[in-house]
């Protein structure tokens, strides 16, 4: 987390992917997430200066689908904060 | 979605990764590639069987094989699961990967969707790195063509090195030509492909790192894997893919002195470089998603860009806030209520085909005359019972399956789990539990069996448990009797299905809310621990095929039941009628068991025959109502069947109220996991502990919310 805190200090442009409003697109700057659940991210294409638009809330706002490479993935909002992006 | 012996798991788990060549010349073909691109449906139409396909990732999550033959070749093909990746995160993956590393097929052919190329060719690029004999089968080219999307074939063939065919496999396009291809394949020397396959060169360091290693592993492999491929994932720390070495070749890579020299001298190169595990794979992943992006930019052309508009506009009613879970109830409601009406005629109709065979029958054994307990056994006690279980059961088991099917086809579910993730989250466990739960509507076996999708073992568990909370197709039936006997019946007219219908989806929302309820309960005692990671792909929605679902899928629920009306309903009857005609001190022995199961029966507002049906039904749930039936009119009244007003009149006399048929109900919904089911939680869990506490966890919640139901009319004086 303190990497996270470092990195939004630098960067003040970058925003957790969780935080994209619906209908923007934006793209990947930095994945925080380790372990398995980065692998499960990079087996879906997603690495850096990817581009991803959020797509469409639940109805109880967790989690959010993404258009990531041509395919729409749902994340839960832990997933999604731990990805940087910048909104485009 | 199904109950076959392949999805209740049977097929699965005698899986060796080496198949048995059933010819000596007989080739094998693995079929590898992303979820939800068709695999199964390549399978089915090139082997004629018939592997369940749904449109949602994780429909297949074991081994299937079946063979074909093309060109004067056996081949034997093999359906694997879809996997993302080769670097095995998951159960499913690790199978996928094992199979292609150490099954030894002759050919792999990879599976792609042709409307989301890009992501599939990582799939494609990675098996291209453990084997050149690869076949790349781009499918559901209709979809993209209607998508108005393009795919430049040859260019992605002279790309990627290897053949590529064109498929749409639903409709069995091009698959000759794959087959065409595969056996091309398969003849070549191995060695001399024409061209060669793609490779993909990373970081600098890495490739050095590689080439050292590679001497020593191609020496210690013996062609058995291919070097580079090993040594790549050697330094990635892949411990997974040593103990599948150890399994499959039988020796600890990494033990082997060279190897393990070659290893340390290599780590050191990467280390030296500032390259940790975390980098070195981010590095590789990045070579592999930036080649995709490269070829997929050169070999696809989208006419327009908004092809998925139609597909965002539905999902933004189907999970809005709004309207998204009320759409979802309403639709359970719709198909529960054209179940139960479209179940009528045809139960009416059976049941006086049915009967009047059993007069004919009764009529044929007193014209020879056969003894009375030969009469007994056979007709009252054997035919009765299946009778019953093929007039009131069947219909609705026949009618609800394929609508089901349909909305699974239509890529339904994964919006289901979608819209319901925040409760699984909140109750800590994984999202696609509710996938799990969905396909327990059709069979709780089949459910346990898919909860291999979740690759968290907690969470795993956790679905397991809890799977027979929901009702599944066998007790749907039950559920609709007793509802229309004792409920719906108050009104008359096009309304009482309707009543009917809401109150079983009020049943099936208890059976979700009390897996929420219980999973929570779990993950806070004997399954601790937070929700992992969780990823869910929403495909396309995609036009089913409906004609050929539902006359199959109708098809096969009907020889299903009625194979198991004949292996488990038959006997149940000869057992019940027996037991109420062996008479022990004055007493039958039904009544000697009822009255011994009947005080505690009482306590949760039942009575002791309906404890004995519902535990003589542990074979196969469609049978506890019928066997109610049966011990009731073994103890006096014969009666025919005429209608379910009749049959309520029966029960009545036998003291059912209104608090009766709830319990039932409730019991139905909350008991025991079925015989089948149970077999496979042991198979699946590998453990008789948990396959106890999966047992026990919902009979428990049964009799205490039958306990209080009851304890609470009573108090109120309601019954
Ligand atoms: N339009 C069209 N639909 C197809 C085609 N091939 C498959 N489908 C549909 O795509 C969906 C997924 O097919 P499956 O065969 O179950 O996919 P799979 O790759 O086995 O999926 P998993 O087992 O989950 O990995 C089903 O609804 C199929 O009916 C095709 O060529 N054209
Ligand atoms: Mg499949």
Same mark, same amino acid.
């Given at each position: 987390?303190?990497?996270?805190?470092?990195?939004?200090?630098?960067?003040?442009?970058?925003?957790?992917?969780?935080?994209?409003?619906?209908?923007?697109?934006?793209? @990947?700057?930095? %994945?925080?997430?380790?372990?398995?659940?980065?692998? !499960?991210?990079?087996?879906?294409?997603? #690495? &850096?200066?990817?581009?991803?638009?959020?797509?469409?809330?639940?109805?109880?706002?967790?989690? @959010?689908?993404? %258009?990531?490479?041509?395919?729409?993935?749902?994340? !839960?909002?832990?997933?999604?904060?731990? #990805? &940087?992006?910048?909104?485009? | 979605?199904?109950?076959?012996?392949?999805?209740?798991?049977?097929?699965?788990?005698?899986?060796?990764?080496?198949?048995?060549?059933?010819?000596?010349?007989?080739?094998?073909?693995?079929?590898?590639?992303?979820?939800?691109?068709?695999?199964?449906?390549?399978?089915?139409?090139?082997?004629?069987?018939?592997?369940?396909?749904?449109?949602?990732?994780?429909?297949?999550?074991?081994?299937?094989?079946?063979?074909?033959?093309?060109?004067?070749?056996?081949?034997?093909?093999?359906?694997?699961?879809?996997?993302?990746?080769?670097?095995?995160?998951?159960?499913?993956?690790?199978?996928?990967?094992?199979?292609?590393?150490?099954?030894?097929?002759?050919?792999?052919?990879?599976?792609?969707?042709?409307?989301?190329?890009?992501?599939?060719?990582?799939?494609?690029?990675?098996?291209?790195?453990?084997?050149?004999?690869?076949?790349?089968?781009?499918?559901?080219?209709?979809?993209?063509?209607?998508?108005?999307?393009?795919?430049?074939?040859?260019?992605?063939?002279?790309?990627?090195?290897?053949?590529?065919?064109?498929?749409?496999?639903?409709?069995?396009?091009?698959?000759?030509?794959?087959?065409?291809?595969?056996?091309?394949?398969?003849?070549?020397?191995?060695?001399?492909?024409?061209?060669?396959?793609?490779?993909?060169?990373?970081?600098?360091?890495?490739?050095?790192?590689?080439?050292?290693?590679?001497?020593?592993?191609?020496?210690?492999?013996?062609?058995?894997?291919?070097?580079?491929?090993?040594?790549?994932?050697?330094?990635?720390?892949?411990?997974?893919?040593?103990?599948?070495?150890?399994?499959?070749?039988?020796?600890?890579?990494?033990?082997?002195?060279?190897?393990?020299?070659?290893?340390?001298?290599?780590?050191?190169?990467?280390?030296?470089?500032?390259?940790?595990?975390?980098?070195?794979?981010?590095?590789?992943?990045?070579?592999?998603?930036?080649?995709?992006?490269?070829?997929?930019?050169?070999?696809?052309?989208?006419?327009?860009?908004?092809?998925?508009?139609?597909?965002?506009?539905?999902?933004?009613?189907?999970?809005?806030?709004?309207?998204?879970?009320?759409?979802?109830?309403?639709?359970?409601?719709?198909?529960?209520?054209?179940?139960?009406?479209?179940?009528?005629?045809?139960?009416?109709?059976?049941?006086?085909?049915?009967?009047?065979?059993?007069?004919?029958?009764?009529?044929?054994?007193?014209?020879?005359?056969?003894?009375?307990?030969?009469?007994?056994?056979?007709?009252?006690?054997?035919?009765?019972?299946?009778?019953?279980?093929?007039?009131?059961?069947?219909?609705?088991?026949?009618?609800?399956?394929?609508?089901?099917?349909?909305?699974?086809?239509?890529?339904?579910?994964?919006?289901?789990?979608?819209?319901?993730?925040?409760?699984?989250?909140?109750?800590?466990?994984?999202?696609?539990?509710?996938?799990?739960?969905?396909?327990?509507?059709?069979?709780?076996?089949?459910?346990?069996?898919?909860?291999?999708?979740?690759?968290?073992?907690?969470?795993?568990?956790?679905?397991?448990?809890?799977?027979?909370?929901?009702?599944?197709?066998?007790?749907?039936?039950?559920?609709?009797?007793?509802?229309?006997?004792?409920?719906?019946?108050?009104?008359?007219?096009?309304?009482?299905?309707?009543?009917?219908?809401?109150?079983?989806?009020?049943?099936?929302?208890?059976?979700?809310?009390?897996?929420?309820?219980?999973?929570?309960?779990?993950?806070?005692?004997?399954?601790?621990?937070?929700?992992?990671?969780?990823?869910?792909?929403?495909?396309?929605?995609?036009?089913?095929?409906?004609?050929?679902?539902?006359?199959?899928?109708?098809?096969?629920?009907?020889?299903?039941?009625?194979?198991?009306?004949?292996?488990?309903?038959?006997?149940?009857?000869?057992?019940?009628?027996?037991?109420?005609?062996?008479?022990?001190?004055?007493?039958?022995?039904?009544?000697?068991?009822?009255?011994?199961?009947?005080?505690?029966?009482?306590?949760?507002?039942?009575?002791?025959?309906?404890?004995?049906?519902?535990?003589?039904?542990?074979?196969?749930?469609?049978?506890?109502?019928?066997?109610?039936?049966?011990?009731?009119?073994?103890?006096?009244?014969?009666?025919?069947?005429?209608?379910?007003?009749?049959?309520?009149?029966?029960?009545?006399?036998?003291?059912?109220?209104?608090?009766?048929?709830?319990?039932?109900?409730?019991?139905?919904?909350?008991?025991?996991?079925?015989?089948?089911?149970?077999?496979?939680?042991?198979?699946?869990?590998?453990?008789?502990?948990?396959?106890?506490?999966?047992?026990?966890?919902?009979?428990?919640?049964?009799?205490?919310?039958?306990?209080?139901?009851?304890?609470?009319?009573?108090?109120?004086?309601?019954?």
């Amino acid at each position: 987390m303190k990497q996270n805190a470092d990195l939004y200090m630098k960067h003040d442009q970058f925003i957790p992917l969780s935080f994209l409003p619906t209908g923007k697109k934006a793209r @990947v700057r930095a %994945l925080m997430s380790k372990g398995i659940s980065r692998r !499960r991210m990079l087996d879906l294409g997603l #690495i &850096l200066d990817t581009e991803v638009e959020a797509l469409q809330k639940s109805p109880f706002g967790d989690p @959010v689908a993404y %258009l990531v490479r041509g395919a729409v993935i749902a994340l !839960r909002s832990e997933e999604a904060s731990d #990805i &940087l992006v910048e909104a485009m | 979605m199904g109950l076959t012996k392949q999805s209740t798991g049977s097929s699965v788990l005698g899986f060796k990764p080496h198949i048995e060549r059933q010819h000596p010349g007989q080739k094998i073909i693995a079929l590898a590639g992303n979820p939800n691109v068709g695999k199964s449906t390549v399978f089915n139409s090139l082997t004629g069987m018939r592997q369940h396909t749904g449109n949602w990732p994780g429909k297949t999550v074991s081994i299937a094989q079946g063979s074909f033959f093309h060109k004067g070749v056996h081949f034997l093909l093999v359906d694997i699961p879809g996997t993302y990746s080769l670097m095995a995160n998951s159960v499913e993956e690790g199978v996928a990967r094992d199979f292609i590393c150490f099954g030894d097929p002759d050919a792999v052919i990879v599976v792609t969707d042709a409307t989301c190329l890009e992501r599939n060719l990582n799939l494609v690029l990675q098996v291209l790195e453990v084997t050149g004999n690869v076949v790349v089968c781009v499918n559901l080219i209709d979809d993209a063509r209607r998508r108005k999307i393009r795919i430049d074939l040859e260019e992605l063939s002279r790309l990627l090195g290897v053949t590529v065919a064109g498929t749409s496999a639903r409709s069995g396009k091009g698959l000759d030509r794959l087959m065409d291809e595969v056996w091309t394949v398969t003849h070549e020397k191995p060695g001399c492909c024409r061209g060669s396959p793609l490779k993909i060169r990373y970081h600098e360091a890495v490739e050095s790192a590689v080439g050292l290693m590679e001497p020593s592993l191609e020496a210690a492999l013996n062609k058995k894997l291919c070097a580079r491929w090993t040594a790549l994932r050697l330094l990635e720390g892949d411990e997974n893919l040593l103990e599948s070495i150890r399994n499959y070749l039988g020796y600890d890579l990494l033990a082997l002195e060279a190897v393990s020299n070659s290893f340390q001298k290599a780590r050191k190169i990467l280390i030296d470089a500032g390259i940790d595990q975390d980098l070195f794979r981010d590095i590789i992943v990045s070579g592999i998603v930036r080649k995709a992006e490269e070829i997929s930019r050169r070999v696809v052309a989208m006419e327009e860009p908004g092809h998925y508009t139609r597909d965002r506009k539905i999902d933004r009613v189907l999970t809005s806030r709004t309207w998204g879970i009320p759409i979802m109830i309403a639709m359970l409601g719709v198909i529960l209520w054209i179940t139960i009406t479209g179940a009528n005629y045809p139960s009416a109709l059976l049941a006086d085909a049915l009967f009047w065979v059993e007069d004919q029958m009764t009529a044929l054994f007193l014209s020879i005359g056969a003894p009375a307990w030969l009469h007994g056994l056979l007709v009252t006690g054997m035919y009765r019972t299946l009778a019953w279980v093929v007039s009131v059961m069947l219909p609705p088991m026949a009618i609800f399956f394929p609508l089901f099917t349909l909305l699974e086809d239509l890529g339904y579910l994964p919006r289901v789990a979608f819209n319901l993730d925040s409760f699984f989250k909140k109750a800590c466990a994984h999202g696609k539990q509710a996938l799990t739960m969905c396909m327990g509507f059709g069979c709780n076996a089949a459910g346990v069996v898919g909860c291999r999708i979740i690759d968290s073992p907690r969470e795993r568990l956790i679905a397991t448990i809890t799977n027979s909370f929901v009702p599944c197709n066998g007790r749907f039936p039950t559920l609709i009797a007793i509802i229309t006997m004792f409920f719906a019946g108050i009104i008359e007219g096009p309304f009482r299905s309707v009543i009917s219908a809401l109150m079983l989806t009020g049943v099936i929302l208890l059976g979700v809310m009390m897996t929420l309820l219980v999973s929570r309960i779990l993950s806070r005692t004997i399954l601790k621990g937070l929700p992992s990671s969780f990823t869910l792909e929403l495909p396309p929605y995609r036009k089913p095929q409906v004609g050929r679902i539902l006359v199959r899928s109708l098809l096969d629920r009907t020889l299903f039941v009625l194979g198991r009306a004949v292996a488990v309903a038959a006997p149940a009857g000869m057992v019940i009628w027996a037991m109420s005609n062996i008479h022990i001190g004055g007493l039958s022995l039904l009544s000697h068991c009822a009255g011994f199961l009947d005080p505690f029966a009482r306590l949760i507002g039942m009575d002791g025959c309906i404890i004995m049906a519902f535990i003589l039904g542990f074979p196969a749930n469609e049978i506890v109502i019928p066997l109610v039936i049966m011990s009731y009119m073994s103890t006096g009244s014969m009666m025919e069947f005429e209608s379910l007003v009749r049959l309520r009149e029966l029960l009545a006399a036998n003291g059912w109220t209104w608090l009766t048929a709830v319990c039932v109900m409730l019991f139905s919904l909350m008991h025991w996991p079925c015989s089948t089911t149970c077999l496979t939680i042991r198979k699946e869990t590998q453990s008789w502990k948990w396959t106890l506490i999966s047992f026990l966890v919902p009979t428990a919640a049964g009799i205490l919310i039958c306990f209080i139901t009851a304890s609470v009319a009573r108090l109120l004086g309601l019954s």
